[in-house]
């Protein structure tokens, strides 16, 4: 997935394209649009060092179609009465669909060809980004866009609560859960925003006693560019741009397609890891698997 900063800057450039009606409703619910933008990646960060139930929902959701979570989202939102919290949540949720749709394939497959970790692929998208954007990568609060109430878990809980996730039912989570995911989300993005070495050398040695540095260090932005990356990122670029207009069409057409008017858009055929794993049985390569 590309990470924090990459997909709350795409759903801002996904925003200022929308359609007014779409537009509008994400603009009147900015907390969940934010939230959603997040994605299923929320649940990532309750209790990183040692998941367990509530990260595993993380990565059943992106291994699902992203029509799975689009036609229960239609559910939830018409059970709702199409509120705009409802419909804000979602429509960020589907920006998060279209850049990890987008992007992951490539992340994966670098992963593979490259020896680069995951996570620091992700990290070196967002280094490059705050960048562009003036900002300093190692200081930037990434995160200061969410601000949940107490109300949002409950409206992100029923997206989450009742949607198939191809296990053996056993996914879910508590209302008191969901809340704490939220909190660490956030908590976890300060923690990791680290300009000092002091504080770097407690994180990493805290990874490495859990044994998942090589996993996780790419949290932390590191000073310099990482000539590891150079190759990729152009390549992610050039998908974040792709994206945006179909992140727009996905929202444009999200309503239509809900109520029966229109076929979901095929993009939803994937999942958010862009298929890779069928792709690359497709494409003969059995060795190699993804850091
Ligand atoms: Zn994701």
């Known amino acids: 997935m590309p990470s924090t900063y990459a997909h709350e800057r795409f759903g801002c450039d996904v925003l200022r394209r929308l359609p007014e009606r779409e537009r509008a409703a994400a603009e009147q619910a900015p907390g969940l649009f934010h939230l959603g933008l997040q994605g299923p990646d929320l649940f990532f960060y309750y209790k990183p060092l040692n998941p367990g139930q509530v990260s595993r929902i993380g990565n059943a959701v992106h291994q699902r179609p992203g029509l799975d979570f689009a036609v229960h989202a239609a559910q939830v939102a018409a059970e709702h009465d199409w509120a705009l919290p409802y419909l804000a949540y979602t429509y960020g ?14 992340v994966f497959d670098y992963t593979r060809t490259h020896g680069a970790a995951h996570s620091v692929i992700e990290g070196e998208l967002d280094r490059a980004l705050l960048l562009e954007d003036g900002k300093d990568p190692v200081r930037a609060d990434l995160v200061e866009n969410l601000h949940p109430d107490p109300e949002d878990a409950q409206v992100i809980a029923a997206f989450y609560s009742g949607m198939n996730l191809g296990g053996s039912g056993e996914d879910g989570f508590t209302m008191k859960q969901m809340k704490a995911a939220i909190r660490s989300f956030i ?63 996905l929202i ?14 095929p993009l939803y055929e994937m999942n958010y890891e862009s298929d890779y794993r069928r792709r690359w049985a497709e494409a003969g390569i059995t060795s190699g698997e993804e850091k």
């Open 93 to 106: 949720s589907i920006c998060h669909f279209a850049l990890d749709r987008a992007c992951h394939f490539d």
């Open 252 to 265: 444009r057409d999200f309503r239509d397609s809900a109520e029966g008017r229109i076929a979901w858009d």
């Open 187 to 249: 908590r976890f993005n300060h923690i990791l925003t680290a300009p000092g070495k002091g504080k770097r050398f407690i994180i990493f040695s805290g990874m490495k006693a859990a044994g998942k540095y090589e996993e996780l260090r790419g949290h932390v932005i590191g000073y310099e560019e990482d000539p590891a990356c150079r190759e990729v990122l152009p390549v992610l670029r050039r998908h974040y741009e792709e994206a945006i207009p179909e992140a727009v069409r």
